[in-house]
């Protein structure tokens, strides 16, 4: 998609920048005009993604945050607003997934954990935020997973937090659409980066086989016989994010090249 243009004077909040979805997001809507703010909690990771922004032209501020903690995520709001005098968009991307067991077996504190940065964060983050996005009328876009929809064992507990990032989201945009605010989901399916080709050659080199194996064999229940790459995500939401789905809120788009239809 060339989403040239798309963000074009907006200041676009990403939280969770990692090496794979994060990334792509923050600098796909530097691509398309954006000034980017990176919320995460290791400098390094962040100075990277904002280099590679400035590299090519764009706008990045890097604030290092703890997305658990609440008087981090108000610095962030603080830095950012004092930075570039309000935002219009924000994605809550941060996550972590818990340990693939059966729901019964899993460890009450590590759901606890995961419910935090999954769940709680993407809320403290929003209500920080709000009052900047109502101002805007701003739009906010939540990346939840494709574990929603289909039955893969394992992923419970995971299943239950992104449950209610979607819940989350649907309820956001009921209280704040008559503000102006915007505010959606999408759910990615595979994302081809390097925590699942690691998964795929763990599971090649316990079957023997290549790991294009395995993704051929995944990628043979996908409608496009493929997986989606970060960037296809990313573009889904700078969408969302953008004029162009000033109708849309409320909604969850699934990004999985037709891994499950909804």
Known sequence: MNAQGLLAGKVVVVSGVGPALGRSI?????????????????????????????DRGGIAL??????????????????????????????NNAFVQPAQVPLLDA????????????????????????????????????????????????????RIMKSGLLAMARSLSIDLGPKGVRVNSVAPGYIWADSVKNMFEKKAAAAGVDSKVIYDEIAAGADLRRLPEPDDIANAVVFLLSDSARAITGQCLDVNCGHTHH
């Open 26 to 54: 923050a600098v796909q809507s530097a691509a398309a005009g954006a000034k980017v703010v990176l919320a995460a909690r290791t400098p390094e990771r962040l100075e990277s993604v904002a280099t590679e922004i400035r």
């Open 62 to 91: 890097a604030v290092p945050t703890d997305l658990t903690d609440v008087d981090s995520i108000s610095s962030l709001a603080e830095t950012a607003l004092a930075e570039f005098g309000g935002v219009d968009c924000l994605v």
């Open 107 to 158: 460890d009450v504190a590590s759901i606890q954990s995961g419910i935090d940065i999954n769940l709680l964060a993407a809320l403290n983050v929003t209500r920080e935020f709000a009052p900047a996005l109502i101002e805007s009328h701003g739009s906010v876009v939540m990346v939840t997973s494709m574990v929603l929809r289909n039955q893969l064992p394992g992923f419970g507990a995971y």
